[in-house]
Structure formats: C-alpha cells, structure tokens
C-alpha cells in the first residue's frame, strides 16, 4: 500500500513571528521553546566525541549546504539546509555571531510551501533589508525579504518562485533553474542560476551559470551564459552553490561541483556586456567531497577587499542524531593577479588556552620526534619548519602512542607543477624553483574502526618561495582537521580516531635534516555554553 502524495506542503515544524525591534526579539527568544529544545538537544548531543567543540553543527538533526552568509546590522548570520525533525525537508538553519566563531542558534528562518524544499541560495544585503534568493525545489528559484535586527520574520516575495523552473507552456528552457546567487549593478538586480551546458567536449556536459536581470526581483529576463574563457573547470563539472563577488580589483566565483567539490574561478567582471572574463581558478576540494570531504561553499564580501567563505564538510561514520560539521571561516584575498590568499576568518584566538612551545630544534633525518607535552583531540598548532634539503617533512597528530592511529599532514618542497609564467622555459637547471610546492592531509590510518570509509589523501599546490620557510596552522577539533599553509592554501577533511589515545603529536624530516623554528599549541574552548571550557581529551 502506498501513500498519497503530499499536496498540503505547509511545514510542520513549529514557526513564531517576532517582534521588530532588537530589545523584544532577545526577550522573546529568551521563553522561545524552540530555543530550549535546541538547547537541550546539544546537551545531549555534546556527549558523543566525534562532536566538534568550536566548528559549527546544526542543533538538532543533520545539516548539509551553508547559505546566505551576510553581515547585518553589526552581525553576521549563517544559514544552512536543517532538518527539523517533525518535517525533514530542508528548510533553511539559521545562526547568528559577533566574530564569525562563536555562534548562536535561531530559530529555523525559511519554511517550505509553495516549495517542497529550501535549497541553497545567497544573500544580498541593502541599506533597509537582506534578499534572500534560494531554489524551491519543484517550482523554481525563490525571492524571500527579511527587515528586523536579527533577520527572524521572512516574507516571500509574490508566494510563488520568481524564476520557474518549467515554461508556462512546457517547452524547453534556454537554461537552468537551481541554486542561485543576487547582486545589484546600477539600479537592477542579477541572479545567477547554476548549472551545465550540453555541448562540451564529445557532446559531455560543463560547468555553466546562467544571468538573469530585473527592476525589481519579481520579474526576471534571461540574458546570457556569464562566464568566458573557462579554461578551468572540467569536462563534467556543474555550477552549484554559485557565489559572484568582488575581490580585489577582480571578481571571484565560488561554486560547487557535484563532481569534483568546491572550486572557485577568477576573473574580471565586464559590466558593458555583463561577462565574466576568467583567467584562473582552482580547488577547495583536493579529492572525491564524500566521505569526508569540503562540499560546497556560502560566502560574502567582508567589506574590506576580501570575501568570507564557509563549507559544510561531510561524515565519513555513522554518528546518530548528526553529521556535517561547518568549516572554519575562510578570509580570500587577492595577493596577485591570479592568486589567492588563504587565511582563517573570526576571533578563532579568542578560543585558545594555555599555550604549550617546543624550543627550535633540529629534525634529524629519517627520525621521528612525539612532542610530548604536545597533545589533544581539540588543538590549535602553529608551526615554522625550515625544510632546508628535506624532500619532505611531516607533522603527525591524533597519534595514538604505538601509532597504531595517526593522521599525517606532509609538505613536499617545489615537488608539484612547475609553472612557466614564473620561470621561462629556458631556465631548466632552475626549473624546480618554479614549480608549485604541495601539502598533504593523509587519513590512511587515522582509525581503525570498522564503519570509517577511508578516502585517498588531499594534495593541495601552492607556491613557496626558495627562501620561504613553511608556515602551518593546523585546527583539530575531534572529528576535522584543517590544515592552512603559509596563507596560501587549506586543505581539511574529517577523521574519527578509536582508540582514546590517539592525542599525539610528531614531527619528521625525510632524507635530509630539516630546521624546527617554533611550534606552538594551544588547547581550544568550546563555542557553545552546554559544554566545558575544555572538554578535548
């Protein structure tokens, strides 16, 4: 026996309406039961230990895409596809923070109808109000208005989606209708919608976002593919999750690709014809995004030059009652024409305790060193190596004392790509010294339990100058880790220890000595009241 189709798509989840001004809003939410349920849930959730302590988790449930990442009203808020439990469908998750690290839960802010779910979408911040535009799946890509200081009241813009997602007389659309993105040049707006193209290569499809323009987000006209000159992406690729904003003097494109993860192109923005000239791009993502990997990514200008990115980043093991975690904040910068700067995003310092320092020491080769009072399933790591001659050198944490369990985090000097632009191909005896260096974030052996799918590892290029000493930051926080490199690169994945001591840290130098400069570490607090200052282990 099957069940009729649902036609009444009005959620079941529990929706308040609250009040206008900021002073009522805080009082309401203090007796919201809401509130108190999603406290209470991370109190009981806060038990498991694969349960991060300063990476965003949905309250309640599982969480997947971030959304609408903003800054409103001295505050910036972070929306994400959430499950309430009585209606699991997507509706959009809502958290709110003051430095980008310590967040608080709001109540779920977008529900679904006319739609069947909330999708992914941007947001786009005015003087008197936040545009949320967002793909409703089933009947196309929405507009939703928010005023009030916290952004809790929604109203959706004419009930219905704004761009359908079929013709009204059935034909074949010019393009696609999914996840979008909003911005305003001049006095219109433009969305972009993802999608793909289908006359690539041997008739395979590529990536494609596709530009739509109105006076007054109600009524849309299709214009264009906006990208040109993508030399970048590859055959296969989608534009998911797409996020268009300047960078620099230049103009990025963060999206996600259900092939390959999270990737961004670089370019400039030709307004005349509204094309998007590329002349670069690269990865979030350095494998396969599941298991474990950086999916997709919400992102803003932050309104100094750069742009903020956050990425929800998958399970690899059953944890009940949750999965996905939120990234680290992310600060882009432009640090050359066609080069990004990598740094974290937030007060992320204010979470340190006290901190523990190794004294500059030699690596001899070929033999490891376990930092002993260095240990930790909730760390921060800052450490400066010299390579000197090393082919290779290595960090090792979450190390269990037999290292029967380790994850392994390996920086390879000048061993990836060699790029032409910065050294001519004349200049073979030095071609090493322009060629891209890479590090790696192995979880070969991070566990040995049975139900952790093991995935290759991450190898991510960046380039290190010949007279540069490598420069990590390294965040475990229980099961992730991110590794940034020298401000120039991140590569982060999930990993899920067994054995209760697996809390170590080592260093090594393949081949050749390497120079320790510093290593410094700091235990990390908690974001959320319902747990301890310093619940790692």
Same mark, same amino acid.
């Given at each position: 026996?099957?069940?009729?189709?649902?036609?009444?798509?009005?959620?079941?989840?529990?929706?308040?309406?609250?009040?206008?001004?900021?002073?009522?809003?805080?009082?309401?939410?203090? +007796?919201? /039961?809401?509130?108190?349920?999603?406290? +209470? *849930?991370?109190?009981?959730?806060?038990?498991?230990?694969?349960? @991060?302590?300063?990476?965003?988790?949905?309250?309640?449930?599982?969480?997947?895409?971030?959304?609408?990442?903003?800054?409103? $009203?001295?505050?910036?808020?972070?929306?994400? $596809?959430?499950?309430?439990?009585?209606?699991?469908?997507?509706?959009?998750?809502?958290? %709110?923070?003051?430095?980008?690290?310590?967040?608080?839960?709001?109540?779920?802010?977008?529900?679904?109808?006319?739609?069947?779910?909330?999708?992914?979408?941007?947001?786009?911040?005015?003087?008197?109000?936040?545009?949320?535009?967002?793909?409703?799946?089933?009947?196309?890509?929405?507009?939703?208005?928010?005023?009030?200081?916290?952004?809790?009241?929604? +109203?959706?813009? #004419?009930?219905?989606? %704004?761009?359908?997602?079929?013709?009204?007389?059935?034909?074949?659309? /010019?393009?696609?209708?999914?996840?979008?993105?909003?911005? &305003? &040049?001049?006095?219109?707006?433009?969305?972009?919608?993802?999608?793909?193209?289908?006359?690539?290569?041997?008739? &395979?499809?590529?990536?494609?976002?596709?530009?739509?323009? *109105?006076?007054?987000? &109600? #009524?849309?006209?299709?214009? !264009?593919?906006?990208?040109?000159?993508?030399?970048?992406?590859?055959?296969?690729?989608?534009?998911?999750?797409?996020?268009?904003?300047?960078?620099?003097?230049? !103009?990025?494109?963060?999206?996600?690709? !259900?092939?390959?993860?999270?990737?961004?192109?670089?370019?400039?923005?030709? #307004?005349?014809?509204?094309?998007?000239?590329? #002349?670069?791009?690269?990865?979030?993502?350095?494998?396969?995004?599941?298991?474990?990997?950086? !999916?997709?990514?919400?992102?803003?200008?932050?309104?100094?030059?750069?742009? %903020?990115?956050?990425?929800?980043?998958?399970?690899?093991?059953?944890? @009940?009652?949750?999965?996905?975690?939120?990234?680290?904040?992310?600060?882009?910068?432009?640090?050359?024409?066609? +080069?990004?700067?990598?740094?974290?995003?937030?007060?992320?310092?204010?979470?340190?305790?006290?901190?523990?320092?190794?004294?500059?020491?030699?690596?001899?080769?070929?033999?490891?060193?376990?930092?002993?009072?260095?240990?930790?399933?909730a760390l921060e790591i800052e450490v400066e190596i010299d390579p000197q001659d090393a082919p290779m050198v290595e960090l090792n944490v979450l190390r269990s004392p037999g290292k029967e369990e380790f994850t392994r985090i390996a920086f390879f000097r000048q061993r990836g790509y060699w790029d032409r632009d910065r050294y001519p191909s004349w200049v073979l005896v030095d071609r090493l010294k322009g060629s891209d260096s890479l590090v790696t974030l192995e979880t070969s052996y991070s566990s040995e339990l049975p139900d952790v799918l093991s995935r290759a590892p991450e190898t991510a290029p960046f380039y290190l100058? /010949?007279?540069?000493?490598?420069?990590?930051?390294?965040?475990?926080?229980? *099961?992730?880790?991110?590794?940034?490199?020298?401000?120039? $690169?991140?590569?982060?994945?999930?990993?899920?220890?067994?054995?209760?001591?697996?809390?170590?840290?080592?260093?090594?130098?393949?081949?050749?000595?390497?120079?320790?400069?510093?290593?410094?570490?700091?235990?990390?607090?908690?974001?959320?009241?319902?747990?301890?200052?310093?619940?790692?282990?």
């Open positions: 026996m099957t069940s009729e189709p649902r036609t009444d798509l009005t959620s079941l989840a529990p929706k308040f309406t609250f009040a206008e001004s900021l002073k009522e809003q805080e009082a309401e939410l203090a +007796e919201n /039961p809401m509130m108190e349920r999603f406290r +209470e *849930s991370r109190r009981s959730l806060a038990a498991d230990r694969y349960r @991060p302590l300063y990476h965003f988790t949905s309250p309640e449930n599982r969480l997947n895409d971030p959304n609408g990442l903003c800054f409103w $009203q001295g505050r910036w808020h972070l929306f994400y $596809q959430g499950y309430p439990p009585e209606d699991p469908r997507v509706h959009w998750g809502h958290a %709110v923070s003051e430095d980008l690290i310590h967040w608080r839960d709001l109540p779920y802010a977008i529900y679904p109808n006319p739609e069947h779910d909330c999708f992914s979408g941007a947001a786009l911040v005015e003087k008197d109000r936040v545009i949320a535009m967002y793909h409703g799946t089933r009947v196309g890509n929405m507009v939703a208005i928010s005023r009030d200081p916290l952004l809790l009241n929604w +109203e959706k813009l #004419t009930g219905a989606a %704004v761009i359908p997602a079929a013709g009204a007389d059935g034909s074949p659309l /010019p393009y696609n209708v999914f996840d979008p993105c909003v911005w &305003k &040049k001049d006095d219109a707006y433009y969305a972009l919608s993802g999608g793909t193209l289908p006359h690539g290569p041997s008739g &395979k499809r590529t990536r494609a976002d596709f530009l739509f323009r *109105s006076p007054d987000l &109600k #009524t849309w006209e299709y214009l !264009h593919p906006l990208d040109e000159g993508d030399l970048f992406s590859l055959v296969g690729d989608d534009g998911a999750c797409p996020y268009f904003w300047p960078i620099g003097n230049r !103009h990025i494109l963060l999206h996600f690709s !259900h092939m390959s993860g999270g990737r961004y192109l670089l370019g400039d923005y030709d #307004t005349a014809r509204d094309k998007f000239v590329i #002349t670069s791009g690269g990865r979030f993502t350095f494998g396969n995004w599941y298991p474990g990997g950086v !999916h997709a990514p919400s992102a803003t200008p932050d309104g100094r030059g750069g742009v %903020v990115t956050i990425f929800n980043i998958n399970p690899a093991k059953p944890t @009940p009652g949750w999965d996905m975690l939120m990234s680290l904040p992310r600060r882009l910068t432009l640090i050359g024409k066609d +080069e990004l700067g990598m740094e974290p995003a937030g007060d992320i310092e204010s979470l340190r305790g006290p901190r523990q320092s190794i004294a500059p020491m030699t690596l001899a080769a070929n033999k490891e060193v376990v930092l002993d009072n260095i240990k930790g399933d100058r /010949p007279d540069e000493p490598l420069r990590l930051r390294v965040f475990i926080d229980k *099961s992730v880790v991110e590794v940034f490199a020298n401000g120039r $690169q991140c590569v982060a994945c999930r990993v899920y220890p067994g054995r209760e001591d697996s809390l170590g840290v080592s260093l090594r130098a393949q081949g050749s000595d390497a120079a320790l400069r510093q290593l410094h570490a700091w235990p990390m607090k908690s974001i959320y009241p319902e747990q301890d200052s310093f619940p790692g282990r």
